[in-house]
């Protein structure tokens, strides 16, 4: 079965940071573009990032840029995501999702498969 495996997620203040790690279960990732994606209760899906499989193509939504950056590690099949700066309104599951491409506008051409999500809370 192919699916991402996400985890990091956690309850944090505001200020602080967690680092979101998406694995591959059933495919290597290394052939697509992979892309963090997050969605509130009653809020829309929001590209946060995401980050080419070949020319080294980063794009992140104007909301997270200056906080959060976005790797790969293909030797681990894993794509990570670290958070800094966290405000209340980064609180979402995040989830990754894959794409024939990431542009400077983010993912064109998705897949249609994602994971379970990990649930990041930002509180005092």
């Known amino acids: 079965q192919v699916q991402f495996v996400e985890s990091g997620g956690g309850l944090v203040q505001p200020g602080g940071s967690l680092r979101l790690s998406c694995v591959g279960s059933g495919f290597a990732l290394e052939y697509y573009a992979i892309g963090w994606v997050r969605q509130a209760p009653g809020k829309e899906r929001e590209e946060v990032s995401c980050?080419?499989?070949?020319?080294?193509?980063?794009y992140y939504a104007d909301s997270v840029k200056g906080r959060f950056t976005i790797s790969r590690d293909n030797t681990k099949n894993t794509v990570s995501l670290q958070l800094s700066g966290l405000k209340a309104e980064d609180t979402a599951v995040y989830y990754c999702?894959?794409?024939?491409?990431?542009?400077?506008?983010?993912?064109?051409?998705?897949?249609?498969?994602r994971g379970q999500g990990t649930q990041v809370t930002v509180s005092s």
């Open positions: 999702e894959a794409a024939y491409f990431c542009t400077k506008d983010g993912l064109k051409d998705l897949y249609d498969f």
């Open positions: 980050i080419s499989d070949t020319d080294g193509t980063t």
